[in-house]
């Protein structure tokens, strides 16, 4: 088994030991903390189910022996692909007290993206539930055993047909091993990916506690607050920023919300008098529209944290007239640096910037493209190392290579520009990807897809700016003859089991690419070039 590791050298570990950052708590240990402290305080609400502290506690210990009664062992691997149910907690709880690694998929992820996570990770079981949206992941989980032979366990909740159900397993007579070191990786979160299919990211219980428990401070969680999942919870920023976890590290309630429409989660806020939830700018859009005409009290929504992908200021100004709570802007990434906007900012800053980091220790630097540095103000590259960003991704020397400067900086890909006060205001991307309402998708995975097809000589894939969604996703394609045509096409990627977010919004075939001097083809430029071209040739307000 590749090993798991993430190492700070030793200097800065010290540091972020000695100014209180890294503190020595598990994951493990935290909850049982709480559920000895309010032990009958509700944690966490969804469909018919209230479960109090000390029930999640006890279903995750149950959970914990139920995996070590299949015979897996600390340090193992675990593909978890559940939607906003409570038993993702007390699966996740689970795997954390048998010390096994959560691998965190998102319910969208399809064929292609849990074989990859199953082979980087070398996971042993993969946990689904039965079905959720209209969707059978039993079958999923067949394709998926098909491709990916170390894959030993496939366990369900609910109906589980040839697999194991979770329930079932028997969970007494297991001893549950002792505690990890808080230095150690807890989880395997996935990269938004901006080169190929998604890296994974090792956390430790130190730096990821670290990020969540601040964040929960930042955003103000605390015993009284009800803090809504309304985005899939598998995801950095519903879970940790300050996300699920922030709010039982802070006590607080989860409701968890299983689809992110204003409908359902209108409901819910007024039902459960909700507090806080996070949504992406084109979600907030939508709750902006429909808050004027919808039937449900929202008054108890304090705030609304919005991030992911750029919320434009516009947008913005209105959040507060529109929904009456405050906005907190959340400009994160799974690798870790995360920035708010603080509660208390002026307008002015919660409306125009992305926030500032978490940490005092958060070392920012916007660079041009040389490496050096640029004034405030100015559009530059991103780097960043802290107590809670990682030094290296998992089993993947190329993209750490890629990734990290020598000297331990992250590279991030975006542009920004910071202002006098140290905000940061996000300007776009440096690498080639589409911020499809959040979700990321590799221009180069899905031209490596495409190119698969018979009738496809050679495809480019360019994001274009949507009113709706914030970017999205066009293939420029050369036909290898007679064109395959556009519906064939997105049948054939959707057919190639991918997530279904990655396949191509718009599709136009082209002659031919231009290529440089040499007759080279530059795929960044040539990408570039293809979306001025569109966006010249489509009259405004048609993109
Ligand atoms: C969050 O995490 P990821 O890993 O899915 O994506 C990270 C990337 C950033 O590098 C940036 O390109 C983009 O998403 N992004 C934003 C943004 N928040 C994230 N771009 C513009 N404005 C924002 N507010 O997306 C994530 C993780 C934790 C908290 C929030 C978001």
């Known amino acids: 088994m590749s090993e798991l590791k993430q190492v700070w050298p030793e200097k800065y570990a010290l540091r972020y030991r000695e100014k209180g950052y890294w503190r020595g708590e598990t994951m493990s240990g935290f909850l049982a903390q709480r559920a000895r402290e309010t032990p009958d305080r509700i944690a966490v609400i969804g469909g018919e189910q209230r479960w109090t502290y000390a029930g999640l506690l006890e279903r995750a210990n149950e959970n914990a022996a139920r995996f070590l009664a299949l015979g897996l062992r600390p340090g193992e691997r675990v593909v978890v692909q559940l939607p906003n149910i409570p038993e993702f907690l007390s699966v996740v709880f689970g795997l954390f007290r048998a010390n096994l690694i959560p691998v965190f998929a998102l319910p969208a992820h399809r064929v292609t993206e849990i074989s990859h996570f199953v082979e980087k990770a070398q996971a042993s079981a993969y946990v689904i539930t039965a ?26 909740i609910g109906d589980a047909e040839e697999f194991r159900a979770l329930d079932y397993i028997p969970c007494s007579e297991q001893a549950l091993p002792p505690l990890p070191s808080p230095a150690e990786v807890a989880f395997l979160q996935i990269s938004g990916g901006s080169t190929g299919l998604p890296k994974l990211i090792p956390r430790t219980h130190d730096d990821y506690i670290y990020s969540f428990r601040a964040s929960a401070d ?105 929904l009456g709570c405050t906005l907190q802007q ?43 540095p640029v004034a405030d103000g100015e559009p530059g590259q991103l780097l960043t190392r802290g107590p809670y960003t990682i030094r290296s991704y998992h089993n993947d020397d190329a ?51 495409l190119l698969a097809h018979p009738g496809v000589f050679d495809a480019a894939v360019v994001s274009i700016p949507d009113p709706y969604l914030g970017e999205r996703s066009c293939a420029f394609i050369i036909p290898k003859g007679e064109s395959p045509g556009v519906a064939a096409l997105k049948a054939f990627v959707r057919g190639r089991g991918l997530a279904e977010f990655k396949v191509p919004d718009q599709i136009v075939f082209v002659g031919a690419f231009q290529t440089t001097a040499v007759g080279k083809v530059n795929r960044k430029v040539l990408r570039q070039q293809l979306r001025e071209q569109f966006l010249k040739t489509v009259p405004r307000g048609l993109t």
């Open 131 to 156: 079905g959720d949206g209209g969707f059978d992941y039993r079958v999923l989980a067949r394709e998926v055993r098909a491709r990916a032979i170390g894959l030993r366990h496939v366990v369900v």
């Open 218 to 322: 930042i955003c103000g969680l605390g015993k009284d607050s009800v803090f809504m999942a309304a985005l899939p919870v598998a995801h950095n920023f519903p879970m940790s920023s300050p996300g699920v976890f922030g709010a039982l590290y802070a006590g607080s309630r989860i409701v968890m919300c299983p689809s992110p429409s204003a409908e359902a989660a209108f409901a819910l806020i007024e039902q459960e008098r909700v507090t806080m939830t996070g949504v992406v700018p084109p979600l907030a859009l939508l709750w902006m529209q429909a808050a004027s005409t919808s039937k449900y009290d929202i008054s108890s929504l304090e705030v609304l944290l919005v991030g992911g992908a750029k919320f434009m200021p516009e947008a913005a100004s209105r959040v507060r007239a529109a």
């Open 330 to 372: 959340v400009f994160g990434m799974a690798e870790g640096l995360v920035n708010y906007t603080r509660l208390d900012d002026p307008d002015d800053i919660i409306v125009n910037t992305q926030g500032r980091p978490i940490s005092p220790d958060d070392e920012v630097l916007i660079v041009d493209d040389y490496g050096n």
């Open 399 to 449: 993209a750490n290579a890629r990734a990290f400067t020598e000297d331990g900086y992250y590279r991030t890909g975006d542009i920004v520009s910071r202002t006098g006060e140290g905000y940061l205001v996000v300007r776009g991307r440096a690498g080639d990807h589409i911020n499809r309402a959040g979700e990321k998708v590799s221009a180069e995975e899905i031209e490596d897809q």
